[in-house]
């Protein structure tokens, strides 16, 4: 499996609940910088997008889905506040998928990154995505994954 692991873009704290805050315009052109790199590395449309319902993360993933648009794409509550674990099973249950992209939050998306195998703490700066190729199997993770790339999207201008 290609996984992608995508921070939400930049967001103002000027929502009344942080779930509802939403990207700023520099935070959409940050997801719109990471989308065009995610769908250079991808072959196929045969990808699926999970993200956190939250406001700013779900506006991200759907600004990916543009770039790749015969994807599908589940937001769901549980993401908001998920763990590595929570990560690493939704994973497992994606086994069948080619290409997966997960998007999140910090400092989720970045220690899970570490687990998965990247070697070191990444620091992901909004919008930042790690890219890894990884096995799995219907009963678990093989650990550690292949780490290919870490994007930022500020950086690579």
Request: aromatic residues 8%; charged residues 20%; contains cysteine.
């Amino acid at each position: 499996m290609k996984l992608f692991i995508v921070r939400h873009g930049e967001s103002p704290f000027d929502a009344e609940t942080d779930h509802q805050r939403s990207l700023s315009l520099k935070g959409k052109m940050q997801a719109k910088k990471t989308a065009v790199f995610i769908a250079s590395l991808l072959p196929t449309n045969l990808t699926k997008i999970i993200a956190s319902d939250a406001r700013r993360t779900a506006e991200t993933a759907r600004i990916i889905k543009q770039n790749l648009p015969q994807v599908d794409l589940i937001t769901d509550r549980r993401y908001y506040d998920a763990r590595i674990g929570d990560w690493c099973d939704t994973i497992v249950q994606q086994y069948t998928i080619v290409q997966l992209i997960l998007v999140g939050h910090n400092p989720t998306v970045s220690l899970l990154a570490q687990h998965l195998g990247a070697g070191r703490n990444l620091h992901f700066t909004p919008a930042c995505v790690a890219y890894f190729d990884l096995e799995i199997k219907p009963d678990g993770l093989k650990l550690p994954a292949i780490f290919n790339a870490f994007y930022s999207p500020d950086a690579n201008q």
